[in-house]
């Protein structure tokens, strides 16, 4: 009796023809070079971010000749000596980096809460809401969130608006420090509560019920118990919150109008308004140079092995 066509499906043999294919370009003999391949498009990913590095560093040790706007032929240590030594540059500086301990201190505060709440609610309904809230600002672009705030926050906004309702003369709620760290606190809130629900959710509910048949109470069972079991994830929610904030360009040149810099936009400026890529070379490597530190300090204080969820620090 013939054999129906619909007993081995077409999906089936593309497999087939696919594994024939795969068995003659890569024999089994290879199979050990295998894991190899698999890594190789990252490999390839990270030399090339290697050599720009090392393109970048080139530039950033030759000076900038303003009669001709061309760049040196020697190398000369001019450009981190001018970022180090100007005010300017300094105070750009100091702005990033209190930045993106404010931001991440204040993320962390609301995040934790937010995640707690969508991990534990026993109602499905609000647990879909939460999660709806949460995903739903990665559907719309930072630069539109941006500018979202500036009609929100304007003079003529409708924050500014309300507020006239009651007689309050209007606010000057945008182009300062304070805008900027709140619009980045609102963008950086969904990557943190997506690094906290998984430290939470492996937090087992029998242990804060254990907690509380002991005595504690809600507030001591968040200090001894919570707190720390989701230390893997508090870690890698400050983390990525606070290298993200110190590289971040968008918001500070929006929200701040020009006058909050980050080290992110003094580096586009040096870049593409003053043509000076010797110096915009250099403030990249600082920058580069400034997270590696901050990763390196969290992993000696934290270990590692902190950031895998339920692992132990070392």
Do not use: C
């Not at 370009?25 to 990252?42: E, F, N, Q």
């Not at 981190?80 to 209190?98: E, F, G, H, N, T």
């Amino acid at each position: 009796m013939r054999k129906s066509r619909a007993a081995y499906p077409v999906g089936w043999r593309i497999m087939d023809g696919l594994e024939w294919a795969v068995d003659r370009l890569w024999p089994r003999t290879l199979s050990r070079l295998t894991p190899w391949l698999m890594v190789l498009p990252a490999i390839l990913l990270v030399g090339l971010l290697v050599l720009g590095l090392i393109q970048i560093a080139d530039a950033s040790l030759r000076t900038l000749d303003r009669s001709t706007f061309l760049m040196s032929d020697s190398w000369s240590d001019a450009n981190y000596a001018r970022a180090l030594s100007d005010p300017v540059y300094a105070k750009i500086l100091w702005r990033s980096l209190s930045g993106a301990v404010i931001v991440t201190a204040i993320t962390l505060f609301f995040a934790f809460p937010y995640a707690y709440l969508m991990v534990r609610t026993p109602r499905a309904w609000l647990r879909k809401l939460l999660l709806i809230a949460l995903f739903l600002p990665f559907f719309i672009g930072q630069v539109v969130r941006a500018y979202g705030w500036l009609i929100i926050l304007g003079n003529q906004g409708i924050v500014n608006d309300m507020l006239g309702l009651v007689g309050v003369a209007p606010l000057r709620l945008l182009y300062n420090y304070p805008a900027v760290v709140f619009g980045l606190v609102q963008y950086m809130l969904p990557f943190a509560v997506l690094m906290l629900a998984p430290a939470l959710t492996a937090i087992p509910e029998e242990t804060e019920a254990a907690a509380g048949s002991l005595g504690a109470n809600w507030g001591r069972t968040l200090v001894h118990v919570l707190l720390p079991m989701a230390r893997p994830g508090l870690v890698g929610a400050g983390l990525v919150v606070m290298t993200l904030t110190l590289t971040d360009f968008a918001m500070p040149a929006i929200l701040g109008g020009g006058s909050q810099d980050f080290i992110a936009n003094a580096i586009y400026d040096q870049f593409f308004r003053t043509s000076d890529q010797g110096l915009g070379s250099a403030l990249a490597l600082m920058l580069v140079g400034l997270g590696s530190l901050i990763v390196g300090a969290i992993f000696m204080l934290f270990g590692a092995g902190t950031l895998a969820m339920g692992g132990r620090s070392k």
